[in-house]
């Protein structure tokens, strides 16, 4: 006899399930409470009387209305100690999530550009990192994204000011506003990022174009792509995407409060992983979208009820679209296979 398992278990096990997270910005991780904290710790003010009202201001209408917000709010991150203690706050939550590996995002120009060191910047993260491996086990790396609403020349300045330090960064990305600033516009820098041996990525077709997608692949030479919702409108885009395997790192909050998508009934992420897209699901800014992993998980399981086949899918996705080493991985999906078939759940075999 088959016993199928209910939604809630299977929620349950989504849940609970050993996963990585491919696409979060530490600056995004900011909760209103610790950016008050940090304010009153460097002596600022902050244009919102309380939480309340800094919270009642995440009602965002396109993205470049989040990153205004956005970007004003990094500017409470001041010290080492405030970048450490970013990092803490958001591993915390990720672990609780049952988040094994992050690969976490960082825009060194948001800081530098208000007077912060890279250094601070860099010290403070990495000595978050650090401590968030020795409290909660959990393994975590650094991806510098370049603002893309900036020059090519800019971010020159900033990989000569990051060279120094490639050994604490394990990749670069691209980010911020992405209309009418295309992949293209990078290809010089990103041919150097290659050629100092890191893998990159760029967020593309998040309010893009597909066009944007096939740019990030063939001008950059993105190993993955963030977001990369908008692909489904273009059948070539989708088959190379399926015939390469190349991974988009979707972020199911974050596409419905940036109006991506109207409701999460409408969101390409279901008929992306039917077409063969190698589909991982991810955060992206917490503390402005409404929540972390889990919170990301629920909200999807609501509107598409994935059986436990599909799930599993999701978090092998996670793993090997992941930089960590094939040890690493190896050594995740044993614990991922363990976990389903804890619960009885048959893994459905090499993927
Ligand atoms: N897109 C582009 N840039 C960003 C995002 C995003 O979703 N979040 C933080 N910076
Ligand atoms: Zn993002």
């Given amino acids: 006899m088959t016993i199928t398992p209910s939604a809630a278990a299977i929620l349950e096990l989504a849940c609970r399930m050993p996963k990585a997270e491919l696409h979060v910005h530490i600056e995004g991780t900011l909760e209103p409470e610790l950016a008050f904290a940090l304010a009153r710790r460097n002596g600022l003010i902050l244009p919102y009387a309380d939480e309340a009202a800094l919270k009642a201001a995440y009602a965002f209408d396109s993205l470049q209305s989040f990153l205004d917000l956005y970007y004003a709010c990094a500017d409470v991150l001041r010290s080492e ?37 890279f250094l601070t910047v860099l010290d403070g993260l990495t000595e978050g990192l650090r401590q968030g491996k020795a409290r909660w086990g959990i393994s975590g790396r650094l991806i510098l994204c370049f603002l893309r609403h900036l020059s090519e020349e800019e971010a020159f300045a900033t990989l000569a000011e990051a060279e120094p330090y490639l050994d604490r960064i394990d990749g670069f990305g691209l980010d911020s506003s992405e ?24 967020h593309a077709g998040e309010e893009g174009p597909p066009a944007y997608i096939s740019e990030a692949l063939d001008l950059l030479g993105s190993a993955r792509i963030d977001h990369g919702v908008r692909a489904l409108e273009d059948d070539a885009v989708v088959a190379r995407l399926v015939r390469e395997g190349i991974a988009l790192t979707v972020c199911p909050l974050s596409n419905i409060r940036l109006c991506v998508f109207k409701t999460m009934a409408d969101h390409t992420l279901g008929k992306l992983l039917a077409r063969g897209v190698k589909v991982t699901l991810n955060s992206d800014d917490p503390a402005y979208f409404g929540g972390y992993l889990n919170d990301n998980i629920r909200a999807v399981q609501a509107a598409f009820r994935f059986d436990a086949a599909t799930w599993y899918r999701l978090a092998h996705n996670s793993f090997t679209a992941s930089f960590a080493t094939d040890a690493e ?4 999906i044993a614990r991922l296979d363990a976990h389903f078939a804890a619960v009885g759940e048959v893994v459905p075999g090499p993927i």
């Fill in 81 to 117: 100690a405030d970048f450490r203690d970013l990092m803490l706050a958001y591993l915390e939550r990720a672990a609780a999530d049952q988040v094994v590996h992050s690969e976490i995002f960082f825009d060194p120009q948001t800081h530098t550009a208000r007077g912060i060191p």
């Fill in 179 to 202: 209309k009418g600033n295309p992949p293209s516009k990078f290809a010089r820098l990103f041919a150097r990022c290659h050629e100092l041996g890191k893998p990159v990525v760029a």
């Fill in 329 to 332: 991985k190896a050594g995740w």
